[in-house]
């Protein structure tokens, strides 16, 4: 016996930069009854699924699939399986998710070498390219869009220049994913690990990632088929073995693969989300997608500033769905978050670190990347400021957002 | 632009030992709007789960709580969490699911010693604590139902005696609990992993799992904030790291626990389906359940024995949730669960290792384990099996599986 009822979630308007509003389509798909993971009719969607994410990476890459876990085992998958206790990793950090790739990279017994921008920076690519040159890594890892910060870190010379000089490029792109441009073959990145619950809209509890044929040839050193399912022709020891089974890549590639040798179950209802949410990706179309975050993007800078408030990240490395405002002296944000909460049902992100009680972040991703949230959430923010006494300009965040949309003043 | 249309799931009868149908009280849960992380009502929702998790393992402990990932990412949050390079760990082996605990072990870097036994039997509870005495492991790693050979391990000796010699107990229970007992405390077990896609009737995705105080006492001395979230009085370093971030259970019980220290993006709408997946365990009652798994495999066994096959798990350690039909000479197993899927949307499962293309395995688990499907299975399978030209009592199977049941025969 229990005395818990069935679930009574409130519904909010989340504009934070993830876990953000998931597509209703993706929704009702996470409620068909489910398949056995050797169902033909299954495996056939977990080929699809493949298909449509090396699209949504923009990739020729044969392996992209997802890791069954949060955002962060799709980091820890690439980095564990590639990574040999004492090889040399370079993180360059500019937010708290490079301290998260440094932090995993440790673990895995990587020679971690760091390079550090102030947060709100990124760096010049050429920067990045000198300390490569000089540290000379097994592994570059940096994150492409940090949440933390809403910046933006270019990588279309660090990729090709790695290349050349033969050092492996693994890229967080979680935040990123589907609301701007990834171009995994274009900038010759050889593994990047996106993000379901950010640009995606679909829930978080997954995480794609793509690699490419260099890492392919370097986790078949490191291959070691599972005793209780291996064959004849099966290796058992190995010299440096993977030291996580989970996130063995080479086991989990011969299960996403044609052999389709048992590992774990799929995650049958998630598969089937990040099956839809990727279709919707693809049915709206790359640029379009791309083109709408950047319109909501446009309307919610522009409404912000209206109001007289302040960007932090009102630079050209902005991330475009990640919106920064600064709190005014003498306001206490945590107090602004909870009357929007709960007045208003709207969620918005505190921040970390050096920037904790220092800004707000929005988030326009995704599902929730849409005018009537950006209008919502302008209007909200407008009226609790004046609750808790800023100075800021009255009606006019809301007009400016307006004019953003291009919504036409109606005649008298 | 896509040309793939939305998921078009066939319909199932889903017989294997997992992953089994969902309830659809689950699968309606998923469709529920996702909140974020850290909204109030959301950790509520986190708390509430904890506690209706505590009642299914039957355990006082403070800590119960899933692992977003599939069942292995439990049975490897808490080994890597637990074992230290060159610990000694102990496996009893008695199926597939033994070497999957080797493997992880060994990838931990432990010194693994084993017992291994023919799959199909399990052990003399006294010849594992003698082997613990000889051993002396830090800890016994041991499975306690078998899907791989539908044979159940007895544990309520050797976890009190584990706890008299200081040996930690840790306990792959994914394919029983929610079906059949799981007395985590009474047993004196220290840690102890569940399944969602098998008896609780969840999809794949999550691993509940539970520990106790002497576990928790073990992982504080390895705890390590991560550098992004950390305050001052947080250590960052430590003698023997835990060798994975994502399943660092010192993090994840900051996480769950009150100080809410960010670390992954909870899996919500997973999270959403494990607590209406308890929730309905709990409503059922323990006691209840467990006898609806034994009458099903009570009806199953007669309607299979009644047919005049042969059960290869026909043993006082049976597992109630999995049986084992050993395929008639000469028939082509695979050949008869394809005729089961195609004809009658049937899925029951094939069998690992030693027993690959000796037996079929058919599940009675959670949702799945009930009159209509057992019948179901029974009367496709004799047909599948005239199919074949099995040499079977034609009529019998059904007519004991009823009685079983309890049918009356109906007056003339």
Redo the contacts between chains.
Sequence with gaps: ??N?R??Q????T?M?P??V??D??V???????????F?P??TT?MN?TMD?LR?VFQTNNKWAFPI??????GL?AVL?SVIEPGDRVLVPIFG??G??L???A????ADVHLMECPWGQVFDQQAVIEEVRRIQPKVLAIVHGET?TGCMQPLDQIGPACRELGVLTVVDAVATLGGTPVKVDEWQLDAVIGGT?KCLSV???MAPITYNEGIEKLLLTRKKV????AQEQDRLEVRV???????DLSQLQDYWGPRRL?H???????L??L??GV?IV??E?LEARFERHRLHERALMAGIRGMGLELFNDVPWKAPMVTCVKIPAAINGESVRQML?EQFGI?IASS??PLHGQIWRIGTMGYSCRKENVLFVLSALEAVLIRHQAKIEVGRGMQAALDAYGVERAAN
């Design positions: 016996m229990t818990y069935e679930i979630a409130p519904l909010r989340i934070t993830g876990p509003e998931v209703p389509r929704l009702r798909a996470m409620s068909t009854p489910i398949l056995g993971q169902d009719a299954f969607m699809e449509m699209q069954d876990g949060t955002s962060r085992s820890e564990c708290r998710f301290h998260l440094t932090e995993i440790e673990r895995c017994g933390s619950q829930p978080s509890g599972e005793r209780g399912v073995p993977i030291r996580s089974n989970y996130f048992n774990h179950t799929e995650a049958t209802s998630m089937y989300a099956r839809e279709r693809l049915e179309g909460l969620e970390f670190g």
